[in-house]
């Protein structure tokens, strides 16, 4: 079973040389190929509306009962400036990590392989990020700026919709922010370690 790491970006939010050798070459079982989810990161002494929240697109059909695997699509920000910061992951994900992981549809591609999907999906993913921020590169985490905020934003560029079940910060609690940039950790996703020792927290 692949190992499940944060990787390292710099500050100008540049993918890892690595990406995306975490996706399969080839497309596994057809069924869910395409499959878009929202996740919903669990977090030692975060409450669940405020919780980290990330698209999940799994481009290649190979997520299973344990697992999430695809394209992972966040921000994240820096505890200390509260700087955002666009990242995008390709490792697979124990599903021990999520409070919860909500199907909202499923997306179709004309890419021959999932690699090429999920750099296609990179880069349209930085693009929105690039607007919805207005090319702004200090730019904070805020109510109109953050995890849930692009999450949703992302959604809406695939045609889909936040689903309802999902609770929704509002702008005097906003989602906690993660600072990926400064710590790094190895998770096993067959072993389904506690992701708790995968972030950082601010209240």
């Known amino acids: 079973m692949a190992k499940k790491s944060w990787k390292i970006y710099d500050d100008n939010f540049k993918e890892s040389m690595t990406f995306p050798q975490g996706i399969p070459w080839n497309f596994h079982d057809r069924n ?3 499959d878009v989810y929202v996740v919903v ?20 059909g190979s997520s299973n009962e344990e697992n999430m695997e695809g394209v992972l699509v966040h921000l994240t920000a820096s505890t200390i400036t509260q700087q955002v910061k666009f990242r995008v992951e ?3 994900w124990s599903k021990d990590c999520f ?29 929105l990020y ?12 805020s109510s109109s700026v953050n995890c849930q905020t692009f999450a ?20 005097r609690c906003l989602p906690v922010i ?24 601010t209240s």
């Not at 990161?41 to 290649?60: C, E, G, P, S, Y």
């Not at 949703?152 to 702008?171: M, V």
């Open 130 to 141: 690039c607007s919805f921020t207005d090319q702004i590169t200090k730019i904070k985490w």
């Open 178 to 201: 993660i600072d990926i940039a400064i710590q790094v950790i190895s998770i096993k996703a067959s072993k389904q370690k506690k992701c708790e020792e995968a972030f950082q927290k």
């Open 99 to 127: 409070y919860e992981t909500v199907r909202v549809g499923q997306l179709t591609t004309t890419k021959s392989n999932p690699q090429f999907w999920a750099i296609d999906l990179h880069n349209k993913a930085y693009e």
């Open 152 to 171: 949703r934003a992302l959604l809406n560029e695939f045609g889909l919709e936040w689903p309802h079940e999902l609770p929704y910060a509002s702008d």
């Open 41 to 60: 990161f669990k977090t030692a002494q975060i409450n669940r509306k405020t919780a980290h929240h990330a698209i999940l697109v799994d481009v290649a």
């Open 90 to 92: 390709d490792d697979p």
């Open 32 to 34: 869910p190929i395409g």
